[in-house]
């Protein structure tokens, strides 16, 4: 989602939007902001039922839970996946002829850049700007661990920022020197497993997609070959070959081939077709299809600076991009033959730390852009914090080689507890 500046329009949130989002803020708030959205398949009839694919894992294909009173759960969307989607919305699209920012939202935090490496010019080996070479880089908002990912940390330009940022994180418990680097690992949560902190804060958004009451449905398909055409010398040939080679005729494209069972299965059991093993094509949405978003407001008031005012400024900062994140219209095209659109019948509630709920009405898009754009601005000055040459911020860093193997050498604990979630 790109989202353009409003011309002609007061910068300023209203009194009403800041004082609304203080009272979250404030030590009595509520615990959390919740959003439920209904969704549709674009292929839904007129009772909203359709059939989507979920992610399959592997060993048990689609994650499918059975309730107690056997309604069957299906997992579309995970959280981690979700956040992933999500973050990218305020990365940047490109500059018009003033330099003013495409997307509006991507001015709200650093376009911190990592280039992995720099192909050759089409003159010679000499890596050179402007000699024609392609130059691989990655933005900090598209890395699946953000600014503790290893490509961080084997940035030497970069990494001693991010470790300053999360030593004090773990030993002062100020975010602010984070936020002015990479604000949204803040927002959607981030793990220092491989640094030599260990720190690890939640996320502040978290969303999910959950269809309900499904049931599962299976696919088959039949590959045709030139097989049948092929002279009975060819065929013997090929066999010979493929015989040789220890391989599968079908599976390079000359011979039939049938789609009907996952091969990690017994196909068959007791003499009979095991359903668990056939092709999966799908599930069929009889229940809501829904996704749940909430913005921890308790986690974002443990978040501090290193003074009350700065604390103000980075919860403000924060609740800013969190918004934002939580509000965004995502493209829902989430795999293939997982197109879903949105029911538009959104709803927001407040949760108290005690009794129901309540229902509240969000400020219009424009408010949540200037509330943010507001509460940007004492951090625009720091981006990116102690990084800097010739009085500029530094948002290009090199991936550097040597650093990565050191990283492959060193005994970390954390980051092996990681792999094994």
């Known amino acids: 989602m790109t989202l353009k500046a409003a011309e002609n329009t007061d910068p300023s949130p209203s009194q009403e939007t800041t004082k609304l989002f203080d009272s979250w803020l404030a030590a009595d708030g509520p615990v959390a902001l919740r959003l439920r959205q209904k969704l549709l398949p674009v292929e839904a009839d007129e009772s909203g039922r359709g059939v989507i694919f979920p992610p399959t894992y592997a060993d048990i294909g689609y994650n499918i839970d059975t309730l107690a009173d056997g309604t069957r759960v299906a997992m579309i969307d995970t959280v981690g996946s979700q956040a992933n989607r999500l973050e990218p919305i305020f990365k940047s699209t490109g500059k018009d002829a003033e330099g003013n920012e495409l997307n509006a939202l991507a001015s709200l935090v650093p376009q911190v850049e990592i280039i992995l490496h720099q192909a050759a010019g089409k003159k010679g080996n000499k890596k ?11 933005s900090l908002l598209d890395l699946a661990h953000r600014s503790a990912d290893a490509v961080v940390l084997a940035s030497p330009t970069l990494k001693g920022a991010v470790e300053d940022a999360f030593m004090a994180l773990r030993n002062c418990g100020n975010a602010a020197l984070l936020a002015a680097i990479a604000p949204t690992s803040l927002v959607f949560g981030v793990w220092d497993s491989r640094g030599g902190t260990g720190e690890k804060r939640p996320r502040l958004v978290r969303s999910i997609i959950r269809a309900w009451d499904v049931e599962v449905l299976h696919s088959a398909a039949q590959f045709n070959s030139v097989w049948k055409a092929l002279s009975e010398e060819q ?19 000359f011979k039939d081939a049938p789609a009907t069972f996952r091969t990690d299965k017994n196909q068959f059991v007791n003499g009979a077709p095991n359903p668990e093993a056939r092709v999966l ?5 009889k229940g809501v299809i829904e996704r749940d978003v909430t913005i921890n407001l308790v986690a974002l008031r443990g978040i501090r600076g290193k003074d009350a005012d700065e604390t103000t400024e980075v919860q403000k900062y924060l609740l800013g991009l969190a918004l934002l994140a ?5 493209e829902l095209f989430l795999r293939e033959v997982c197109l879903l659109r949105y029911a538009n019948d959104d709803t927001w509630t407040e949760v108290p730390r005690r009794g129901e709920p309540d229902k509240v009405t969000l400020p219009k898009q424009d408010q949540l852009v200037a509330y943010a754009m507001a509460a940007a601005l004492p951090f625009k000055a720091k981006w990116p914090d102690g990084l800097k040459k010739d009085d500029k911020p530094v948002l290009e860093h090199e991936f550097n080689l040597a650093e990565a193997k050191k990283l492959l050498a060193k005994k970390d ?9």
């Not at 050179?128 to 990655?138: P, S």
């Not at 094509?281 to 949405?285: C, D, M």
């Not at 939580?326 to 995502?330: H, K």
């Not at 604990?413 to 792999?419: G, H, K, R, V, Y």
């Open 128 to 138: 050179q700007e402007g000699g024609g070479g392609h130059i691989e880089k990655r």
């Open 413 to 421: 604990d954390n980051a092996q507890a990681e792999a094994q979630e």
């Open 326 to 330: 939580a509000t965004a219209d995502l």
């Open 235 to 253: 065929q013997q040939e090929l066999e010979k070959e493929a015989k040789a080679r220890k391989i599968k005729l079908s599976v390079k494209g």
């Open 281 to 285: 094509g799908g599930v069929l949405a």
